[in-house]
């Protein structure tokens, strides 16, 4: 999938590490869906808002991710202004009038609000996950963290990836240093048909279709479904293919 040798395999530890979380919908707890998207002001190497980011996954939720990168001066000042300090990660969910600091407190709102109503017994076990969390950033240290320069786009894009994808973290890194909002639609597995590769899939299983409205519909434009996938609204471009994304990223919007 065009991804270098080194970013594939320290995406591939930092995934393993955090235990694959954020990889499949619990599509049998889900609860009711939020009118509005759900807005997180987050930065991609943040161990903390990678917890959060893995249970939108798990929820089938998408939200309006409003990047805070170390020395960000949009989504920062933001923030501050709204919850009183720079904390990441931070929830807003306009559909309650919810706004929130803390990994554990916006994991229980979410399971609450839009999952089955409790938090699962996994999410509980707050030490393991944020210490594997934490150890899973040591392996793309810095990345995701550090602003770049850019000039802003006056739509948001969108993403289609799940948390735990190795190839769409390097996306989702890029998108956060150059302080690009974005859409992220996240494009969990349902079952365990979903873990085969399209390739053998198509030839052991009847429906060539994969699972979920979203997955069929991706499927069914592009013929494929691939994450990453970046559509920008701003220039009419869709692309696959993480360093096709983030070469695009850098020569569209860096400075």
Known sequence: MLLNPITLTTGMASASTSLWRGTTIRHKELGGRPEQLIQLYDMEGCPYCKLVREVLTELDLNAKILPCPKGGDIYR??????????????????NTGTQLYESSDIIDYLFKQYGSGSTPFSWKVTAVNTT???????????????????????????????????????VRERL??????????????????????PQVRKHIIESKLPNGPV?????????????????????????????????????????
């Open 77 to 94: 000042k933001k923030v501050r202004e709204l919850g009183g300090k720079e904390q990441f990660p931070f929830l807003v969910d306009l």
């Open 132 to 170: 594997t969390s934490k150890l899973s950033s040591l392996f793309r240290p810095l990345m995701g963290t550090q602003k770049r320069y850019s000039k802003q786009p006056e739509k948001p894009l969108e993403l289609y990836s799940f948390e735990s994808s190795p190839y769409s973290k390097p």
């Open 176 to 197: 956060t240093e150059l302080e690009l909002p974005y859409i992220l639609n996240n494009l969990g597995k349902y079952d365990k048909s979903d873990f085969i590769i």
């Open 215 to 255: 997955r069929k519909s991706i499927f069914e434009k592009y013929g494929k479904l691939q994450v990453p996938l970046l559509i920008d609204p701003n220039t009419n471009v869709d692309l696959f293919e993480s360093d096709k994304i983030v070469n695009y990223l850098m020569n569209t919007y860096a400075i």
